[in-house]
């Protein structure tokens, strides 16, 4: 059992406090009716067949407000079912370097190859987008179910100057906030509806820090999943692309894998879109909450109005108080 508005519990301490008012005012009500009338005359005291069913319909308030505490607190049950993510953003890296053919035909063909077999073994109602960067990051495909859409987009990418990894995560953010996928903000990383798959042959060299770019996909709970084409060095001015890109997937919960064979890009491809096929669902019972709470209001009703029909008039008693 899981809540997703934990807080409301908090409010089940004040059960005790209603219980203890609703004893206390029986109390009184008894007292009352001794200050008024003299029990050796009349006996206001009700049967104790009334008593028990004021106790039951006191017993069953009290439990009426602590289930709807419970529904307030929105509890939910984990379930082996299993449900699509609903969007998964392709970045690809489109400078000058990815055309090198130590991996064949060249390291973006290798790419383009392995994201085309990923679009054939993710789940068919998951959106895709794909979002490509060099000097700077621009979204090609907004996610979309349409596989065609992405497949033609990758036929036709065009090739610049810069590595802007950066900038091609948040630009992949913006628009998986866009696809409406993140409308509430993920528990955490594994059960965010949302992947981003960044694929790169280098280190980042224009736009924003990637790991400030990380920092913002931590805090919205979307993991990226970083990939890297060749050994390539890097710049002498920053992190390796290893030490870049491990740090940027292990920020955000993603991971990090490199690749330097064509087959093996398209095995690792083929991999993740199995993986990320599916997430365990929670499922919100509140509503069973909600049933239960007007059922024990109903049976408190009527507990009540049954104590009020059987209650017999006053008895006046027969036999005089002694000393008159």
């Known amino acids: 059992?899981?809540?997703?508005?934990?807080g409301w519990l908090w409010a089940l301490l004040t059960l005790p406090v209603l219980a203890g008012a609703l004893v206390a005012w029986s109390r009184d009500r008894a007292r009352a009716?001794?200050?008024?009338?003299?029990?050796?005359?009349?006996?206001?005291?009700?049967?104790?067949?009334?008593?028990?069913?004021?106790?039951?319909?006191?017993?069953?308030?009290?439990?009426?407000?602590?289930?709807?505490?419970?529904?307030l607190a929105r509890p939910a049950l984990p379930t082996d079912a299993k449900e699509p993510r609903s969007t998964i953003m392709l970045?690809?890296?489109?400078?000058?370097?990815?055309?090198?053919?130590d991996l064949l035909p060249s390291r973006l063909a290798a790419g383009v190859e392995a994201a085309r077999r990923f679009l054939a073994v993710a789940p068919k109602d998951a959106a895709i987008?794909?979002?490509t960067f060099d000097n700077g990051a621009v979204v090609r495909v907004s996610p979309v179910t349409d596989r065609g859409?992405?497949?033609?987009?990758?036929?036709?990418?065009?090739?610049?100057?810069?590595?802007?990894?950066?900038?091609?995560?948040l630009a992949a953010l913006s628009a998986i906030q866009g696809s409406g996928a993140l409308a509430q903000t993920p528990q955490s990383s594994g059960t965010s509806p949302a992947r981003?798959?960044?694929?790169?042959?280098?280190?980042?060299?224009?736009?924003?820090?990637?790991?400030?770019?990380a920092a913002r996909a931590a805090a919205s709970r979307v993991p990226v999943y970083t990939f890297l084409l060749g050994n390539d060095p890097g710049r002498s001015d920053q992190l390796r692309p290893t030490e870049m890109l491990t740090a940027l997937a292990n920020q955000t919960g993603g991971v990090f894998t490199q690749s330097t064979s064509a087959p093996d890009l398209k095995r690792?491809?083929?991999?993740?879109?199995?993986a990320v096929a599916s997430v365990q669902r929670q499922d919100e019972v509140t509503v069973y909450a909600v049933i239960a709470a007007i059922l024990l209001l109903l049976a408190a009703a009527g507990a009540l109005a049954a104590?009020?029909?059987t209650r017999p008039p006053a008895r006046a008693s027969l036999t005089p108080p002694r000393g008159a």
């Open 33 to 71: 009716g001794a200050t008024y009338a003299d029990p050796r005359l009349i006996d206001l005291r009700p049967p104790r067949r009334v008593r028990l069913l004021r106790i039951v319909a006191a017993a069953l308030a009290v439990l009426t407000a602590g289930m709807g505490i419970v529904a």
């Open 149 to 169: 859409q992405v497949s033609r987009a990758l036929g036709n990418l065009p090739i610049g100057e810069g590595t802007a990894i950066g900038d091609a995560v």
């Open 91 to 101: 970045a690809i890296d489109t400078s000058k370097s990815m055309a090198k053919t």
């Open 196 to 213: 981003i798959l960044l694929l790169t042959d280098g280190a980042n060299s224009a736009g924003s820090n990637p790991l400030d770019a």
């Open 268 to 274: 690792v491809f083929e991999d993740i879109g199995v």
């Open 1 to 6: 059992m899981t809540w997703k508005s934990p």
């Open 307 to 309: 104590s009020e029909m």
């Open 129 to 131: 987008g794909l979002v």
